[in-house]
Each structure stands twice: as C-alpha cells, then as structure tokens.
C-alpha cells in the first residue's frame, strides 16, 4: 500500500467551476500536509500548508486536513484557466522529508 | 521565498557514462538537503537525505553505490549518477530549507540516458 494515494485524473472543468482535489493516506503519525502546484518539466512549488487538523483558506484554495479519516483536500473556487496545472499532495512526519501523491492533472477550459 | 537551483537542468548521456546533478541554495544555508525522481506521470519520490559534511542516508530500495551523493558545503549538495542506464532515465529535483512551509524545491533536472 502507498504511503499516499492520489487520483491522477485528468480533471478537466470550465472556468468558474469549484475543484476538489483528495487524497487520502495510511501513516496516522504524518503532521504536515501540503498541498504544491507543478508545471511541466519544473519544480513543486508551495499552494497551501496545513500542520495538524482543520482548515486553511488563501484567497480562492481551501485547504482541509481530517486526521480521524486520513483525508486531505484542496478546493479551488472560481477556478482560472492559469490554474490548470498538476496539483499534487505532499505529507510528513518531520516537516522536511515529504510523501507525495502521484499529482492529478487539472484543465480549466475558458 | 528562498531559492534553491540546480544544474543542469536537462542532461543527455550515453549508457555506462556518470552524470552530476547540482542542487545549490542561493539565498540560505542549508545543513540538510533531499533528493528526489520522478517517473513520468508519477509522484515524487525520496531518494535520499543529503546532510552536510557526513553520509548521506538512502530510502529503501535505493542503491547508495548508483547514487552518489555529496554535501560538500551548506550551501551544494551534489547526486552522480554512475554509470547511469535508459532506467535511470527520470526528473531529479532537490530540496532545501527549513520545516515544511520553508522546504524549498529546486526546478529539477531531465536525465535522459541513451
């Protein structure tokens, strides 16, 4: 079983629409959550960070952490055509070292 | 944020050949540096833990004696990979910095091994 499981997609909506992107995981002992945005060929950088439960807004992203179901989601509002990109989930238990879901690929259609 | 590079950034090289990845921090000392790969339409996946001036510590799985790494200063980690084979052929991105929100990634490197 992998540490963290990601549906891939492809998720393809037209602009405006609310996204939600899940992932769940097996090591209850993980503290952070994150989630990244990845284009092509180019680094993971940093969308939203979550330590421990709850939620955490930043403007359009939502970010929610429930320890008990071992589930994480992203939600973008009023979703961009610059959005589209491959977001992916990162956890772990040290804040440094990070386990990352496999990234699902996101088309905002204008 | 802070900056963390890597060079080069795309590498093409023959079967048997050793390539060197460069991951430097601009702007910030870093004491621990981590490696990664990712397959096409995979996750990222940790490779190593690069901690400067001693050994490096390695997943499971992952051949110390293939990747070699360096951190040789607080501010370059370097990953060869020796003789390097088409199944080696991946996206290497290193990271550094702090704890989670302040761990930063470096744009990657494209091996592709012929």
């Known amino acids: 079983q992998k540490e963290v499981e990601q549906d891939p997609g492809p998720l393809s909506v037209p602009e405006g629409a609310i996204v939600s992107l899940n992932c769940t995981y097996s090591n209850s002992a993980f503290q952070y959550f994150m989630w990244y945005r990845q284009y092509s060929r180019k680094g993971p950088e940093l969308l939203m960070y979550t330590y421990s439960s709850g939620n955490k807004e930043d403007g359009r992203f939502t970010a929610q952490v429930d320890k008990s179901s071992k589930y994480i989601s992203l939600f973008i509002r009023d979703s961009q055509p610059s959005d589209s990109a491959t977001y992916l989930c990162?956890?772990?238990?040290?804040?440094?070292?990070?386990?990352f879901g496999t990234g699902t690929s996101l088309t905002v259609i204008p | 944020g802070a900056v963390v590079s890597q060079h080069p950034s795309w590498v093409i090289c023959k079967s048997g050949t050793s390539v060197k990845i460069e991951c430097r921090s601009l702007?910030?000392?870093?004491?621990?540096m981590f490696w990664y790969r990712q397959f096409p339409k995979q996750s990222l996946m940790l490779m190593a833990t690069?901690?400067?001036?001693?050994?490096?510590?390695?997943e499971q799985g992952v051949e110390k004696d293939k990747f070699l790494i360096n951190h040789a200063s607080l501010t370059l980690s370097t990953l060869t990979v020796t003789s390097a084979h088409p199944e080696d052929s991946s996206f290497y991105i290193c990271s550094g910095g702090g704890a989670a929100d302040t761990q930063y990634f470096g744009p990657g490197t494209r091996l592709t091994v012929l």
């Open positions: 990162a956890m772990s238990l040290t804040g440094n070292q990070f386990y």
């Open positions: 702007d910030f000392q870093a004491t621990t």
């Open positions: 690069s901690n400067e001036g001693s050994k490096a510590t390695y």
